[in-house]
């Protein structure tokens, strides 16, 4: 485990002042496309079950829902899935069984689609973000993509940002006839563009529901209380800390170089 | 409640605007029609909140003339309750003419009406209380009645027996302020906290003075920054009386208000002690700082810390629970620790030392919680 100064050096240290706490309004809007029903990367001795993308994905709104709800009862989950077009699948719940019947329906469809409009998507978390903010609660959505070759159109106003939205990309490995990083950064510009707070995207092509399982965690993040992307320190290890060798330290010594050991 | 039919809309717009703005926390028990099978409902069950209890009125509009104003059934208790008369005979040494207002000018088209005429009617219960309470036949009570009536905000609850009176009184402590304490404000409703002395007084002669019963209730919402459960109250001796009581509560209450604005500051501190150890909390609460939760790694087992801190921190350490990234059950759900509270702690550390501590214990508690999920369910990879 290296020390050593590092990005997070330049950030401000982590604070958090008195003001009020919004519950979150998230909109998940999941890709059923065909890619969708590719299979993830199954490691370790269980190798004999299929998994899907959107198996793993489903599993992910699971667990990302149930340690929202743990932190505050108040957050709140609404469900959409991106076909060859948008559509809404549930309006808002707090309810973890809700939740879990709402993900036991998403589907993979047999539809082949070639391009891909989130005008609806945008539309619909600005109108329902009205609401919210009415409510005292915050709007975000989380968009679940999964193709590797195309990706979505829009068309936003330039400065309205009314809602966040952050990304979670899951993309096959990037060859001849796929572009993963050009869809990549395109999302990451459409993310940027209509989001109000700091949003964040992630991408993962190694087909591990591990990985997934803990990009959707860093998503559990309150858009108010983020840092920036690149100043992300967590999941940070805990683990044994390695205590210099040799010679009394003090206190204070042994505090100066735990503390440095963790920046990174 | 039980499935009814709807109002017509000039009652659901009464009852509505009632709920939406009564500066008190009235509620609707039940709702149902006149009429059997009746199209509409026209009737209701109001609980009007009283001396930290409720009293239940039947609000009696009719679905057929939905213009007319209602009609109140008053509880059973209550039946010398009989507002409209005290009404009539104040207005007529006044002026001869006898009318109790906001039912005479009832209109039907100004939604506010029925909460106008409910506060009216809930102000002259409160007198009505108080003067039965002044009939209770007893110099003592007397004493501590009207020493205490001169409060502003004390509402007096009185249900008589034929071997006894219990009196029971409701007095807010004043000059709490809490709204101003908090900042940013996080609470809509003006926050209190009410003692509530009960006392039985036996009828006939009597040499002892009664004893009161004494509690102290406060407002749900002020439950997460201030717990009234946790403040002993002063016993009552002999000597006392209610006005010196409060006195003392008042002085005693004050304390505990400053101890409580300087718990948020000593409980936020804590929890932004632990970025050095545990990354940036993923969510905490800034207005209280009763939790946060954090994201650790071990190896490739991911697990979220959710951390609950008690009122009484630091004398009491904080909660720790943990949940499985990686582990899911039968319903999907994932693996949760019961709570830890067990683990080295001292309040006499700082807060880079608790911080310290608590990461040290969770390096092999982590450990633990994986072998006790992979032991429960197999590990989804």
């Known amino acids: 485990m290296g020390g050593g100064a590092t990005d997070a050096s330049t950030a401000p240290p982590y604070s958090l002042p008195p003001s009020l706490f919004m519950p979150e309004d998230i909109l998940f809007c999941v890709d059923i496309g065909p890619e969708s029903g590719r299979q993830m990367r199954v490691s370790g001795p269980k190798g004999n079950n299929v998994l899907t993308r959107l198996d793993a994905i489903k599993q992910a709104l699971l667990l990302f829902a149930h340690a929202k709800l743990t932190m505050c009862m108040d957050h709140r989950f609404a469900f959409s899935y991106l076909g060859s077009s948008f559509s809404m699948v549930k309006e808002f719940t707090n309810n973890i069984k809700s939740v879990a019947e709402v993900v036991r329906t998403l589907t993979t469809p047999d539809v082949l689609s070639e391009d891909v409009d989130i005008t609806k998507l945008f539309e619909v978390a600005n109108c329902e973000g009205n609401k919210s903010r009415a409510l005292g609660h915050l709007f975000r959505v989380v968009l679940i993509y999964c193709r590797s070759s195309v990706w979505p159109q829009y068309k936003w106003p330039a400065k309205q940002k009314t809602f966040t939205m952050d990304v979670v990309y899951l993309h096959d490995k990037p060859g001849p006839d796929n572009c993963p990083q050009l869809v990549y950064d395109a999302l990451g510009d459409a993310a940027e563009q209509v989001s109000e707070h700091v949003s964040y995207i992630f991408e993962t092509g190694q087909g591990l529901t591990r990985i997934l399982f803990r990009h959707m965690c860093i998503l559990l993040a309150h858009p108010i209380q983020r840092c920036a992307q690149d100043d992300i320190d967590m999941p940070k290890p805990v683990v044994k800390r390695v205590l210099p060798g040799g010679g009394d330290g003090t206190m204070g010594e042994e505090r100066a170089v735990i503390s440095n050991l963790f920046k990174h | ?381």
């Open chain 2, 1 to 381: 409640m039980a499935p009814h039919p709807p109002l017509p809309p000039p009652i659901a717009a009464q009852l509505n605007h009632l709920l939406a703005y009564s500066p008190l926390p009235f509620k609707v028990e039940q709702i149902w029609s006149g009429c059997r099978n009746g199209r509409y409902s026209d009737r209701f069950t109001l609980l009007i909140p009283f001396c930290l209890d409720y009293i239940k009125w039947d609000v009696i509009f009719s679905a057929y003339h939905p213009s007319a104003v209602p009609d109140f059934i008053f509880s059973a208790e209550d039946v010398d309750f009989n507002p409209l008369l005290e009404a009539h005979e104040k207005e007529a040494g006044a002026n001869g003419l006898a009318v109790a207002s906001p039912l005479v000018d009832w209109n039907y088209k100004d939604p506010s009406r029925l909460l106008n005429l409910v506060c009216h009617l809930r102000d002259s219960y409160v007198s009505y209380q108080k003067k039965k309470a002044e009939q209770v036949d007893d110099e003592r009570m007397r004493f501590e009645i009207s020493t205490v009536l001169a409060r502003k905000g004390t509402e007096i609850f009185v249900a008589s027996f034929p071997d006894r009176d219990e009196v029971k009184f409701t007095i807010p402590i004043p000059d709490l302020e809490f709204n101003k304490l908090v900042t940013p404000c996080p609470w809509k409703q003006e926050q209190k906290i009410y003692l509530q002395a009960s006392f039985v007084v036996a009828k006939g002669y009597t040499t002892t003075a009664p004893v009161p019963r004494l509690k102290l209730v406060s407002t749900q919402d002020l439950k997460p920054f201030l717990n009234v459960d946790d403040i002993k109250l002063i016993p009552w001796s002999d000597e006392m009386c209610m006005l010196t009581y409060l006195s003392d509560l008042e002085v005693k209450l004050n304390d505990q208000v400053v101890e409580a604005v300087a718990g948020v500051a000593k409980r936020r501190r804590f929890i932004e002690a632990l970025s050095p150890f545990f990354g940036r909390p993923l969510e905490a609460d800034p207005v209280f700082c009763r939790r946060a939760s954090v994201l650790g790694i071990s190896g490739v087992f991911t697990f979220l810390v959710h951390f609950s801190i008690p009122l009484q921190f630091p004398t009491k350490q904080p909660t720790l629970k943990l949940e499985s990234v990686q582990h899911f059950n039968l319903n999907g759900l994932p693996i949760v620790s019961s709570p830890i509270n067990d683990y080295p702690w001292s309040p006499r550390w700082d807060n880079t030392e608790m911080a310290e501590r608590i990461y040290d214990f969770l390096v092999d508690e982590c450990l633990n919680f994986k072998k006790y999920c992979s032991e429960k369910i197999p590990a989804t990879q």
